[in-house]
C-alpha cells in the first residue's frame, strides 16, 4: 500500500514539476535543468514501476539508450571536454525525462486532457505576448521577414516555437475528435485554445512550423480516410484547412512576407551570392556540406570536431556562402551522421521507428503527430538543444498515452 502511495505522490510531483519545466522554457534555462534532474530522480525512485519488457516500449529503450551509448563514448574519446561533454548531460537528461513521462504520465485520460490543457495555455499566452510585440511594431518587423527574419518569441528561438505550436494544434484536435476529453467545458476550452493557436501560427511560427503542420495533417487526413472510410468527413475538413489557408493569406502580411520570401528563396538556389540572404538556400547549401563529410568520415567526426569539419565541407563544394552563413547540419540525420558517422544514423532512424511502432492501426492522431516530429527534425536537430529536449519529453509520452492503445487494452 505504502508502494502505490509513494508512486501517486511521485505521480502528482512529477506533473507539477513538468508544468513549471515547460513554462520555464521561455525564461529561464537554469529552472529547466533543474526540472530535467527533478523527473529523472523521480523515475530513478519509482524504477520498479516502469514496464521495460512490455514489447511496444523494448524497442524504445533500446534506441534511447544507443543514443545515449553513441554520445557518451564519443564524449569519452574526447575527455569529455567541449560540446561532447555537454551533450552527455543533455542526452541522458532527454532519457531519463522521457521515461519519467512514459512511467508518470500512463494515468486517466481526464488527468491527461487537464495536463495537456495547462501545458496549451501556456502557450497561448506566450503567443499573445509575441503578438502584442508583433502588431506594436508592425511595419518593421514585416520589413524584416522579407529579408528571412523572425517575428521575435520571448527567450525562444522562432523554430522551436513554430514546432511547439503546430504539436499544440494537433494535440488540441486530438482532445476533442479522439474523445480524450470527457467533459464538455474541456472540449470547448481545447477548440478555444486551438483556434486561437492556430490562427496565431499563421502569424508568429516559423515556416519549418507552418510546413510540418500542413504535411502532417494533410498525411494525417489521408490515414484517417483510408482507416475509417470516413472520406466526406475528411474531405471538409481538408476544404476547411484550404479555405482558412487562403483566408490568412488574404489577412496577415506576416504570413504573405512569408511566402514571397520562401519564393524568392527557391529562386535563388544555384544563383551565388544571393543565397546568402535566404535561409532554405543556405540549408541545402548545409545539407550539401554535411553529406560531403559523412561521405568522407564514415565513422564521423566527432561533436568536437563538428563546426571545422562542416568548414572543409564548405570549402569542398566551393560554397559561395559567406563564412558567417556557415551553419551546421540543421538536419537530424545529418547531424548525427556527421558527428557519429552511419553508427548515428542507424540510431536515429531506430529511434524513429521505435516511435512509430508505439501506435497501433487507427492511431492517426499519433501519426499525424509523428510526421509532423519527423517533417520538423529534417529542418532543424532537435535533438542537440535543451529547450526542444524538454518539449520532446514532454509530448512524446503524451501524445503516446492520450492517442495510442495501450497493450492491457488489446
Known sequence: MLGKKWFAVSSNNYLLIAVIG??????????????????????LLNIRSFQFKA????????????????????????????LSGDKVGLILGFLFSLFSGLLFLDTSKVRLVKFALILCSAVVVVNLIALTNYFLNKA??????????????????????????????ILLLGVN??????YSSQKKLAIVFGVFIFISAHVLSSRTGLLSLYVAMLLGATYYASYSKNYVKVGLILMGLALFSVGSYSWSNSLRNKIANSLEDINSWGLSEEINHKSMAMRIEAYKASATVLWSHPLGVGAIKLDDQMEEGYTAISSPLWQENRIGPHNQLLEYGVKYGWIGVGVVLLFFVSLFSMGSRGSYIYFTFMVLLIVSLQFESLLERQTSLYFLALFLPLFIHLFTRKERDE
Request: proline share 3%; glycine share 4%; net charge neutral.
Open 140 to 169: 518593421e518587423i514585416d520589413a524584416l521577414l522579407l529579408q528571412s527574419k523572425s517575428i521575435p518569441i520571448p527567450n525562444m528561438h522562432h523554430i522551436h516555437f513554430g514546432i511547439i505550436n503546430a504539436m499544440c494544434v
Open 22 to 43: 515547460f513554462i520555464a522554457l521561455w525564461f529561464s534555462p537554469f529552472i529547466v535543468s533543474v526540472a530535467t534532474v527533478l523527473c529523472g530522480l523521480l523515475f
Open 55 to 82: 514489447s511496444k516500449i523494448r524497442l524504445l529503450v533500446v534506441s534511447l539508450v544507443l543514443l545515449a551509448i553513441v554520445v557518451l563514448f564519443d564524449a569519452a574519446y574526447s575527455s569529455f571536454a567541449g
Open 177 to 182: 475528435l479522439d474523445s480524450s476529453a470527457r
